[in-house]
C-alpha cells in the first residue's frame, strides 16, 4: 500500500494518539480476531484490514518505532516516504550561526549548525514481517507443528546483496563522496544556513553502479514466497505471538534480517474452555446418579477418564480432575480440569412414569429437600 493512501495507525486500532501499550495491545487483539482470515474465508476486504492491522501493530507496539511514528508520522518508519528516519536523505536544513553556536552547545548539548548523517552504505536491519497461523484447541495444549507461507524480501544469490553484475563494482559517487547528500550553504541575516537533499547523481545511495545485476536490477534484494515449518510449544494460548529470529526481510548493506512474528489463533473447542492452564466443562447428570451416587467417563484432552460423583449431588457442583489441564509453556507443570454438572430434566415422559414419579414425589414430601425447604420456609411467616 503507497504510504500516501495509508490511514493513520493509531486510527487503524481505534485509538487516540499517544495510546499506552496495555491499550494498544488490547485492541490489536480484539480487532485481529475480528478480522481473521480463517473467520472471514474469501472477504478479501477483512483480509486487507488484517494485513492493515498487522502493519500498525508492528510499529506502535515497537517503543523505538512508535515514539519515531508519533514525531514524524510515516516519515519516520518508512524509508519510502519522505525524509525516513534513518538518516533523512529526502532533504534537511542546518544552521551554521558561528560563534554563536558554541553559545547554542554549551546550552543544549549541541545540535546547532552541521548535524551528522547517517551514512547510506551502512549495514541496516532488515523490517519485521507478521503472519498468522490457526490450529485446533488440543494442537495448542500438547503443542504441534505447522507450515506458513510467507512472501519476503531476501538477498539476490546471483550478485550477494551488492547489486552489481558478477565480475564489477559501484563507484563511490564523485558528487557527495558516497554520503548519500549534498550540502549547500547560504548567507542569512543569522548567519550562514546549510540546506542538505538528496544526491542528484546517486539518488542518496553514496555509490553508482554502472552494471546493475540482471536478477535484481542492481536492488541487491529479491521478493520470494517461502514456506517454512513452525513449531508450536505446547500451552500456547489464542492469541499469543511466536517469534523467529532472522526470517523476516533481509537488511540492506549485508545488515542482519529481520524477525518473523506469527500470532496463533485458536479455534474454539465443542466442550472445554480454557482459563489459563486450567480446563473447564459442564457435564449433564439424571436425577438417579445424582440421587444415589454414580461412576461419571468424563471427556479430558488424554481421553475419558472415570469419576465418582457421591450421593446426594446437587446441580451446580464442581469437580476437579488434578493434573488434567494444559501443560504450562515451557514444560512448567499442568493445570487441572473443572468439571461442573447440572441435572438434566427428564421430557417427554409416559403416563405410567408420570405416575411413578408422582408416587416417588408423595413419598419424598419435603424432609428430603433440605434447600428448598429451608427457601421458602423463609416465606410462610
Do not use: W
Request: with cysteine; glycine share 16%.
Amino acid at each position: 500500500m503507497a504510504a500516501e493512501n495509508k490511514r493513520d495507525y493509531y486510527e487503524v486500532l481505534g485509538l487516540q494518539k499517544g495510546a499506552a501499550e496495555e491499550e494498544i495491545k488490547k485492541a490489536y487483539k480484539k480487532l485481529a480476531r475480528k478480522y481473521h482470515p480463517d473467520l472471514n474465508p474469501g472477504d478479501k476486504s477483512a483480509e486487507e484490514k488484517f494485513k492493515e492491522l498487522g502493519e500498525a501493530y508492528e510499529v506502535l507496539s515497537d517503543p523505538e518505532k512508535k515514539a519515531r511514528y508519533d514525531q514524524f508520522g510515516f516519515a519516520g518508519v518508512d524509508p519510502s516516504y519522505g525524509a525516513g528516519a534513518g538518516g533523512g536523505y529526502g532533504g534537511g536544513m542546518d544552521f551554521d550561526f558561528g560563534d554563536l553556536g558554541d553559545l547554542f552547545g554549551s546550552f543544549f548539548g549541541g545540535g546547532f549548525g552541521g548535524s551528522r548523517r547517517a551514512d547510506p552504505n551502512a549495514p541496516t536491519r532488515g523490517e519485521s514481517l507478521r503472519t498468522s497461523v490457526t490450529i485446533d484447541f488440543e494442537e495448542a495444549c500438547f503443542g504441534c507443528e505447522k507450515e506458513v507461507i510467507i512472501e519476503r524480501v531476501e538477498q539476490c544469490g546471483e550478485c550477494r546483496g551488492s547489486g552489481c553484475e558478477k565480475g564489477t563494482t559501484a563507484e563511490v559517487c564523485p558528487d557527495c563522496g558516497g554520503r548519500g547528500v549534498v550540502q549547500r550553504r547560504q548567507q542569512t541575516p543569522l548567519g550562514f544556513m546549510s540546506t542538505q537533499s538528496a544526491c542528484p547523481r546517486c539518488g542518496g545511495r553514496g555509490r553508482i553502479i554502472h552494471k546493475p545485476c540482471k536478477v535484481c536490477g542492481g536492488r541487491g534484494l529479491v521478493r520470494r514466497r517461502k514456506t517454512l515449518k513452525v513449531s508450536i510449544p505446547a500451552g500456547i494460548d489464542n492469541g499469543q505471538t511466536i517469534s523467529l529470529r532472522g526470517q523476516g526481510n533481509a537488511g540492506r548493506n549485508n545488515g542482519p534480517a529481520g524477525d518473523l512474528l506469527i500470532v496463533v489463533a485458536v479455534r474454539p473447542h465443542e466442550v472445554f474452555r480454557r482459563e489459563g492452564t486450567s480446563i473447564l466443562c459442564e457435564a449433564p447428570i439424571t436425577f438417579a446418579q445424582a440421587t444415589l451416587g454414580a461412576e461419571l467417563e468424563i471427556p479430558t484432552i488424554d481421553g475419558k477418564v472415570k469419576y465418582s460423583i457421591p450421593e446426594g449431588t446437587q446441580s451446580g457442583t464442581t469437580f476437579r480432575l488434578k493434573g488434567k489441564g494444559v501443560p504450562g509453556m515451557g514444560g512448567r507443570g499442568r493445570g487441572d480440569q473443572y468439571v461442573t454438572v447440572y441435572i438434566e430434566t427428564p421430557r417427554n415422559l409416559t403416563k405410567e412414569q408420570k405416575a411413578a414419579l408422582k408416587t416417588f414425589s408423595e413419598l419424598l414430601g419435603e424432609k428430603n429437600y433440605e434447600e428448598n425447604k429451608s427457601f421458602f420456609g423463609k416465606f410462610k411467616k
